[in-house]
C-alpha cells in the first residue's frame, strides 16, 4: 500500500488516484530508431516508468502490440518484453497483431510457448489481451481514404477472439479478459455495435489532438482537449452498454507539426496530462502514449520522459482537483475541414516504408502490412491517422 503512503505525503498538494486501475505506457516493438527491442530495452523502459518523478501513481503497466519478438515470425518466439515484465513485476495489456493477416496461430504460438517458459511469473502479470489494434478503423471508409494501411474487418476479428478463446482455454490465462482495441470512432459506429458482443473490454484510442472538428464540433486547440476528450469518451462508454472501456491510447505530442488548432509543446502536453489525465487515472485503466516514442516515421513525438531515467520533460503531479476547462467561447467549432477521428496506423517495421505517418506511430513488427498516411495526405485531408501499432 505505498499508494496510501504516498497519498498521506502528497495530500495537501496533490493528488493520489485510486491503486486498482492500472496505470501503463504503450510500449512499441522498436525504438525511436527504429531498432528492435531487446529484453535489456525493455528491462530499462519499465524500471524507470515505475519512478517517473512527480507521477500520481506508480506506472507498472504497459500495453504490447504483438507476442512475437520481431524477426521470429517464421518461428514465433515470445516478444521479449515478457521477460523484462518478470523482472520488473510490469502488468501486461498483450497485443495480437490481427491485420493482414488469416490466422492469429503465430500470435498464438508466442503465447503458448511464453506461458509454458515462464509459468505463473508470466500468467500472473498479464492483465488482458487485445485481439488487434484498430483494424476497424482501417477497415473503415475514412481509413481507407486516408490510406491508413490494411485494417481487419468485425467479422474477422470475432473469429480471431473465438479462436484466443479456444487456445486458451486450457490455459492459466482461461480467464484473462479478451478486448480489442479501436479508436472511438470505430466503437461509436453503429456497424460495429455487434462486434462488442464478442469483446470482455473496449480498449479505446483517443486523441484531442487529432479532432480537427468534424465529430465533436469543437476547434482541436489544447484548451478545448477536456471536453473533446469527455464527449469521445461518453460517447465510446454509451456504445459499450455493460462492458468496460480502457484508455489504451491518449496523449498530447511535445514536438511536431501544428494540427488544425493543436500545438505540440511541452506546456500542452503537460495542460492535457493534468486536465485528461489527471481526470481519469484511477477512474478507467489508462495506457498513456507514450513514456517513449518508438516510431521515427512519426513526426509527432509524444515521449514524456524519452531517456528513461524517471524524469518528465513536464510536470507529471496531480493537482488535488483535476482542473476541467469546460467548453465556453473558446470552444467553436473549427472553421477548417477536419474530417478528424482519432486513431492509430499500424504497422510493420519492415514493411513497405511506404510513408511518414503522422500521428503516433506504427513501427511495428509483426504481421500487416505497414502502410502509414503520408504527410502529404494528411494535411490535404486534414484527417487524422495515428499510427498505433508500434509506438
Ligand atoms: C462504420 O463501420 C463500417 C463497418 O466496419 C464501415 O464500413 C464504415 O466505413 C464505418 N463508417 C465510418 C464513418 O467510419
Ligand atoms: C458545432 O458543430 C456541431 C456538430 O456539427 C453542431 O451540432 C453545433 O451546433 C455547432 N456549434 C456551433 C457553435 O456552430
Ligand atoms: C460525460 O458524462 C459524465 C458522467 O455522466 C457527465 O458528468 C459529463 O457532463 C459528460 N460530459 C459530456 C461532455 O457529455
Ligand atoms: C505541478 O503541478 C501541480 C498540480 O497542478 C502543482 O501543485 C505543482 O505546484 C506543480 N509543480 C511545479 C514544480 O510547477
Ligand atoms: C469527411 O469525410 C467524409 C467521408 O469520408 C467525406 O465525405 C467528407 O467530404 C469529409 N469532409 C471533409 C470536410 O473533409
Ligand atoms: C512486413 O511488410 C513487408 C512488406 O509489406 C512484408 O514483406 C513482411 O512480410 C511483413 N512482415 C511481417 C512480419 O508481416
Ligand atoms: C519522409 O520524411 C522525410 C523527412 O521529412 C522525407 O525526407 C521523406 O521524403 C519522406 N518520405 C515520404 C515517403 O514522404
Redesign the pocket.
Known sequence: MRFSTLAVVAAS??SAVAEDKYLGFNSGATTDAGVIKKQADFEKEFAAQQKLT?APGVFNAVRLYTNIQPTTESSPEPIEAFAAAIKTKTKLLLGMWTSGTKSVDGELSALEKAIKTYGKDFTDLVVGISVGSEDLYRSSADGVSNKAGVGAEASVLTQFIKDTRARLSGTALKNTPIGHVDTWTAWTNSSNAEFIEAVDFLGADLYPYYESGANIGLNNAVENAFPIFETAMNATIKAAGNKPVWITETGWPTTGPTWNSAVPSNKNAEKYW?EVGCQYFGQLHTFWYIQRDSNPDNEMKFGLSPKLDGTPLY?L???SVP?KTTSSSSTSNSTSSGNGTSTTGSGNSTGSGSANSSTSAPEGVSAGAFTAVSKTTLVLSAVFAVAAWML
Open positions: 498538494a496533490a512527480g493534468q510536470n503531479t496531480c493537482p482542473k
